[in-house]
Nanobody, 124 residues
């Protein structure tokens, strides 16, 4: 079992940067594919980025491609989301999620473990 705790959210002006962190418990973290999703009230959870167990493969939503970078450090049980050139439409609660078995990288139902989320607010 894996427990996930996000940090690093906050208020930032448009064009600014933030780095989100996700700390994972458990000794088998390196066996889990990890992702970031975001969600606003009343809306569905939206895929942002994903990374394979060995970090060889990454995926990004078109809306963040070229601005966000996902990475992981298996020795530290950490996943990161470096966000740059932030826009007001990036405002959301950001969740990290993990799974041992990937059916669809982009479908939130693929992921068994979720963190509570961290709020990112981008002002115009």
């Amino acid at each position: 079992q894996v427990q996930l705790v996000e940090s690093g959210g906050g208020l930032v002006q448009a064009g600014g940067s933030l780095r989100l962190s996700c700390a994972a418990s458990g000794r088998t973290f390196s066996n889990y594919a990890m992702s970031w999703f975001r969600q606003n009230p009343g809306k569905e959870r939206e895929f942002v980025a994903a990374i394979s167990t060995s970090a060889v493969t990454t995926y990004y939503a078109d809306s963040v491609k070229g601005r966000f970078t996902i990475s992981r450090d298996n020795a530290k049980n950490m996943v990161y989301l470096q966000m740059g050139s932030l826009k007001p439409e990036d405002t959301a609660v950001y969740h990290c999620a993990g799974t041992q078995y990937v059916s669809s990288w982009f479908d939130p139902q693929t992921y068994r473990y979720w963190g509570q989320g961290t709020q990112v607010t981008v002002s115009s």
